[in-house]
């Protein structure tokens, strides 16, 4: 298993911790450069999250390529909401079908 370094490592948690809802995505929600990141932001915004963070991974690859060995998940965009990883694209979409992303955004 590969590790990131330690300043790589602080520098993702510090992002995920001080932020409730972030996503890691190529581009950013108003450009965003994949499909997939097309389609994760705008399930946040259909869930009511307009405020958001995210990480565009294309200005830096360090980052693009640590938040895989982060989450122990091989697929960008990623997202976090309480500090816990939620999954991709495919994960959000099958949590947006039956309820579970609206409900894991609203709860406090």
Same mark, same amino acid.
């Given at each position: 298993?590969? @590790? !990131?370094?330690?300043? !790589?490592?602080?520098? %993702?948690? =510090? ?6 809802? /972030?996503? #890691?995505?190529?581009?950013?929600? $108003? ?9 994760? &932001? ?7 999250? =307009? =405020? #958001?963070?995210?990480?565009?991974? *294309?200005?830096?690859?360090? %980052? ?6 982060? &989450? &122990?998940?091989? @697929?960008?965009?990623? !997202? ?5 990883? /939620? ?9 947006? $079908?039956?309820?579970? !992303?609206?409900?894991? *955004?609203?709860? $406090?």
């Amino acid at each position: 298993m590969s @590790t !990131l370094p330690d300043d !790589l490592h602080k520098a %993702i948690s =510090d992002v995920i911790a001080s932020n409730r809802v /972030v996503l #890691f995505m190529k581009g950013s929600p $108003q450009a965003p450069m994949c499909g997939f990141s097309a389609a994760a &932001s705008k399930m946040l915004l259909d869930a009511g999250v =307009d =405020d #958001f963070a995210y990480v565009n991974v *294309l200005e830096d690859n360090s %980052i693009r390529e640590g938040i895989k060995v982060y &989450s &122990s998940w091989p @697929t960008i965009p990623q !997202l976090y909401v309480d500090q816990q990883f /939620v999954g991709g694209a495919d994960i959000m979409r099958e949590m947006q $079908q039956n309820g579970e !992303l609206a409900s894991l *955004l609203k709860a $406090q």
